[in-house]
């Protein structure tokens, strides 16, 4: 268990942060689409700011283990909608710069699969 508590909108963000960073770095695109998820979302840009810094000091397994409570906890805390809303941006944050890599890919199978959507 990791020592970062999660609610609904730091389960997103830390799913977002694995996502955008699968393939190394996080592209331009992929800042602006978070950016305009978010704020139509009407989540804090300041909360995922200081998710962002929390989840960038941790090693790669701590980083796993947390997105996987990530998930789980969206699985617990939202409805049927609001699973298959969260993957659908996770999936429009991978493809906007253009394609979604074979990394992402794997995760966003992985996250379809535990969400089941």
Do not use: P
């Not at 139509?40 to 960038?56: G, H, L, P, V």
């Not at 409805?79 to 493809?95: P, Q, V």
């Amino acid at each position: 268990m990791s020592t970062y508590a999660l609610t609904d909108e730091t389960s997103i963000d830390t799913l977002i942060f694995w996502i955008e960073s699968s393939d190394g770095s996080i592209s331009y695109q992929e800042q602006e689409a978070v950016k305009r998820i978010l704020s139509n979302m009407k989540y804090d840009m300041e909360t995922f700011q200081k998710t962002m810094s929390q989840i960038s000091a941790m090693g790669t397994d701590e980083v796993k283990q947390m997105a996987n409570e990530a998930v789980d906890h969206i699985n617990r805390s939202f409805s049927d909608d609001g699973k298959k809303l969260t993957y659908s941006l996770l999936e429009t944050i991978a493809a906007c710069d253009g394609t979604i890599s074979k990394a992402e890919q794997e995760k966003l199978d992985a996250i379809r699969s535990e969400l089941g959507v």
